[in-house]
């Protein structure tokens, strides 16, 4: 497609996006009396409409029902986990039984470590990327703290070739049978969160299971954005949060995935809960845990349903509108289109940026991330001011990450003409 910068062009591409009307079906935050142009998807996705309906449901089921709401509810309590695994599983190219919502994020990391992390004296060491989303760092830190080394030790930090942002997947590769006989688990973001980098999970997958390392990803910026298949990738684990491009509330409930090769391995050491307990006997209550053998038997206790009545409102949408691969189809477009009027804004205007993100687009998802030499904080200031939505990460990066679901070809052709006052010729 040959791109223009013209707002009669990106009108013309909204009016032929299949997804268009999917944007009214969420709440556009207003600033100065109007919609704002919101593109923190990447950081809070936006409310749908339908989460406040699905959550008075189970408010009047537990006005009505009280305690039966867990068996005779509209959606049964007991069971309100399952509602959402057959919508996680196509997002991650998984089995319904690889997958459940549970937990947070960084919890669901450690408790996932507790399993695929198990060190000995010679095979001990963790590799990561070169800072990764701060709270990683600090869970695989305490990790092999909690088995007796260092994160000096154990920990190796994958980090971009010397004047370069982004990994290079030759060099992971590389680093990962350099490390080979001590190497014990490689745990990455799937999709950088400063960057929008998207690695190649199924190669590094490959390379870890060949040095005889456990592989899995922090997929937080990932799901919902990119498609993936976990399962014939054989990722051994991965976690997420559900409050970026999966838009279920500021600190919504996760997800975690576990392939199902290491699902009937009870040698697993795992921290046990009822609700990993097997289902058919569970309200036994038997002092001795038997494992469900999914992806379930890794929770702890029963599903936090208001939050997982949003999360559903969410999911129910994202399968409405076909999927990853109708989203991923207009991402592609859409971000690609972002990038063209920002280069040319740039060639126009001389205005002093980078963008970090890779411009391939198998290398990226939606979000792309402006470094600026100076004056990043003040243009950011001013984009604010004028209806934008946007994220600031010091020192001087704006992350911008134009969603398919809401956001349209005049969002982010209004978005470059603000930022450097009006630069195309209409």
């Known amino acids: 497609m ?8 990106a009108a ?3 009016q032929q996006d299949p997804l268009r009307l999917f944007r009214d079906r969420f709440f556009i935050p207003p600033v100065n009396g109007k919609p704002s142009i919101y593109m923190c998807g990447n950081s809070l996705g936006l409310q749908p409409k339908s989460a406040k309906t699905l959550i008075e449901t189970e408010l009047n089921d537990w006005a009505g029902l009280g305690v039966e709401g867990h068996v005779h509810g509209k959606n049964p309590w007991l069971y309100y986990h399952h509602f959402t695994q057959e919508a996680l599983s196509k997002l991650l190219g998984a089995r319904k039984k690889e997958v459940v919502a549970m937990g947070s994020l960084t919890n669901n990391l450690h408790l996932l470590l507790i399993s695929f992390y198990r060190p000995t004296t010679k095979c001990y060491k963790v590799l990561i990327e070169h800072r990764p989303f701060p709270s990683d760092q600090y869970a695989v830190d305490s ?3 909690m088995h007796g080394f260092t994160p000096e030790q154990a920990v190796i930090e994958m980090k971009p070739r010397s004047g370069e942002v982004n990994l290079r997947t030759d060099d992971i590769l590389a680093t990962i049978k350099e490390h080979a006989d001590e190497l014990a688990v490689v745990i990455m ?3 950088h969160f400063y960057t929008g980098e998207l690695l190649d999970m199924q190669a590094i997958t490959a390379a870890a299971h060949e040095a005889g390392a456990t592989c899995g990803f922090d997929l937080a910026h990932a799901i919902g954005n990119v498609p993936m298949q976990l399962h014939d990738w054989s990722v051994d684990f991965a976690c997420w949060c559900s409050y970026k491009y999966l838009n279920s509330g500021p600190g919504g409930v996760a997800g975690i995935f576990v392939h199902e090769k290491h699902h009937t391995n009870d040698a697993i050491i795992r921290l046990e809960g009822w609700w990993g307990h097997d289902e058919a006997n569970r309200f036994k209550m038997e002092n001795k845990f038997v494992s469900m053998h999914t992806a379930e038997s890794w929770q702890l206790s029963n599903a936090p349903v208001f939050p997982m009545a949003i999360h559903k409102a969410a999911l129910d949408i994202v399968e409405e509108a076909g999927g990853i ?3 991923r189809k207009k991402s592609e477009v ?3 289109y972002f990038e063209f009027l920002l280069l040319k804004a740039k060639a126009t205007s001389g205005a002093d940026f980078t963008i970090l993100t890779p411009s391939a687009i198998e290398q990226r998802g939606c979000q792309l991330s402006l470094s600026f030499a100076s004056n990043g904080k003040a243009i950011h200031e001013r984009l604010t001011e004028q209806g934008v939505i946007a994220d600031w990460r010091e020192p001087g990066v704006i ?6 679901l809401y956001n349209s070809f005049t969002d982010v052709y209004r978005l470059v003409s603000l930022m450097f006052n009006n630069p195309f010729e209409n």
Request: no cysteine; charged share 15%.
């Open 2 to 9: 040959t791109f223009q910068a013209t707002a009669s062009f």
């Open 12 to 14: 013309e591409l909204d």
């Open 143 to 145: 990790q092999v703290r």
């Open 189 to 191: 973001g799937g999709v």
């Open 325 to 327: 691969q109708a989203m």
């Open 334 to 336: 859409l971000t690609s």
């Open 399 to 404: 992350r911008m990450a134009p969603v398919p």
